[in-house]
């Protein structure tokens, strides 16, 4: 009763509307933190995705000039590596990489189809080696994808939840990409014997 009597109902209900704005803005500055966090996730996930199509971009010209060595009337699959090499570098969103890489992934899998024409060349130690080296970076490219789009899963879905979906709007914060796998390289391969 004294509490009432010092401020009466009108300063209760002001105390009580500051309280909760201040829980409010509490939740909202939370909110907006967790999608600062993701997103940056998600901007760090795409830089690991890069810097290991920037490895296995760099591995490429060594790779086909060892190839060429061997098979020098196979200019068709060099051309089709090239070109694809060039896409990658010049590919500038989530979008374009992901339609690059999976041009480029069919023109090295041509590459290798022509290599298994040649046993000398399979036997090349620098050949192994580089082979080697685009497997362990074809390996950590498939991570980093993964990572990627699960932080773009967790992303997306913060983003689009009540109330964070209100923060997000509020605050601009966009839809991410998803890196994907191109519906060929989905299909079940046919095997013959």
């Known amino acids: 009763m004294a509490l009432l009597a010092a401020f009466g109902i009108f300063g209760l209900l002001m105390l009580a509307a500051g309280a909760v704005a201040i829980v409010a803005?509490?939740?909202?500055v939370v909110i907006y933190n967790g999608l600062v966090g993701l997103?940056?996730?998600c901007e760090n996930g795409?830089?690991?995705?890069?810097v290991q199509l920037k490895r296995r971009n760099d591995l490429i010209p060594n790779l086909v000039e060892t190839v060429k060595g061997y098979a020098k009337h196979e200019s068709e699959t060099f051309k089709a590596v090239t070109e694809a090499r060039a896409s990658m570098a010049n590919a500038k969103t989530v979008k374009e990489t992901a339609e690059?890489?999976?041009?480029?992934?069919?023109?090295?899998?041509?590459?290798?189809?022509?290599?298994?024409?040649?046993?000398?060349?399979?036997?090349?130690e620098n050949f192994?080696?580089?082979q080697e080296e685009l497997t362990t970076t074809e390996n950590k490219i498939s991570y980093s994808r993964q990572f990627y789009n699960d932080t773009?899963?967790?992303?997306?879905?913060k983003r689009q939840t009540f109330p964070s979906n209100i923060v997000a709007g509020i605050f601009h914060f966009v839809d991410?990409?998803?890196?994907?796998?191109?519906?060929?390289?989905?299909?079940?391969?046919?095997?013959?014997?």
């Open 152 to 157: 773009v899963l967790k992303y997306d879905t």
């Open 128 to 130: 192994m080696q580089l």
């Open 100 to 124: 690059a890489n999976n041009m480029l992934t069919g023109a090295l899998k041509t590459l290798f189809a022509v290599a298994e024409n040649y046993p000398q060349l399979k036997a090349n």
């Open 176 to 193: 991410k990409d998803y890196f994907q796998t191109a519906e060929v390289e989905k299909a079940v391969p046919k095997v013959k014997f």
């Open 39 to 41: 997103r940056n996730q």
């Open 46 to 50: 795409w830089s690991q995705i890069d």
């Open 25 to 28: 803005i509490g939740a909202i």
